[in-house]
């Protein structure tokens, strides 16, 4: 079975802090995606990475960054933490190359930033 | 923009009943479809793929596609109070690169 793993269940962080969301696939998928999920406007994506080092923009990027240095882990960094960024996170993973697949979810990281 | 629609609901049926839930697509190249389940406060779980038109069958659950009219549906025969959950309904991003999601179905099935 695919296992998707996220650093945190819960985080609550202040305004302006950095955060690091974790995230590490162990079925050797080469696509990991980044979204996030608020009431009313389902899950939007973030970022995704179709490789080691590559990253490409989603729908909503402004504010985030990520980092993918291993092909089995892929971090969100929140460089200056906001209340809007107060959110649900969620991980995700594929096998397939450019043509995407199915893709599995992490157990997601609720974010409070206050 | 590609889109995925579904009515959000809630969906409400008696336990042992067929709950139909319905998903439409803009893009007509879209070749992928997918249905996840997403309980309250848990992240979506894949329970049918879809690539074919026709009907794929799966225990319980029956996700049809009808690409001439650009939608995606699930069935669940003999529903159960633990079916019900927020049913989102994916397709492809024009590139073949990520999902595109609905923004989910709640079903409600009562006992």
């Not at chain 1, 406007?41 to 973030?46: A, C, F, P, T, V």
């Not at chain 1, 089995?72 to 969620?90: H, K, V």
């Not at chain 1, 397939?96 to 599995?104: L, M, N, P, T, Y």
């Amino acid at each position: 079975d695919v296992k998707v793993t996220q650093s945190s269940r819960y985080l609550v962080k202040r305004t302006g802090e950095k955060v690091f969301l974790e995230c590490v696939q162990d079925m050797d998928h080469e696509n990991m995606f980044w979204y996030r999920q608020d009431p009313g406007l389902g899950l939007r994506l973030i970022y995704f990475s179709y490789d080691v080092k590559m990253k490409e923009k989603g729908d909503i990027p402004e504010g985030y960054s990520v980092s993918r240095e291993k092909k089995e882990r892929f971090s969100l960094i929140l460089e200056s933490a906001s209340t809007n960024q107060t959110s649900m996170y969620l991980c995700a993973s594929s096998l397939s190359g450019r043509v995407g697949g199915e893709q599995f979810f992490g157990p997601g990281t609720r974010l409070t930033v206050l | 923009q590609k889109e995925v629609e579904q009515n959000s609901g809630p969906l409400s049926v008696p336990e042992g009943a067929i709950a139909s839930l319905n998903c439409t697509y803009s893009d007509r190249v879209s070749q992928s479809f997918f249905w996840y389940r997403q309980y309250s406060g848990k992240s979506p779980e894949l329970i049918m793929s879809i690539y074919s038109n026709g009907d794929k069958e799966d225990g319980r659950f029956t996700a049809q596609l009808n690409k001439a009219s650009q939608y995606v549906s699930l069935l669940i025969r003999d529903s159960q109070p633990s079916d019900s959950a927020t049913y989102l309904c994916a397709s492809h991003n024009q590139a073949g690169t990520a999902l595109i999601f609905g923004k989910g179905t709640t079903l409600s099935v009562s006992s």
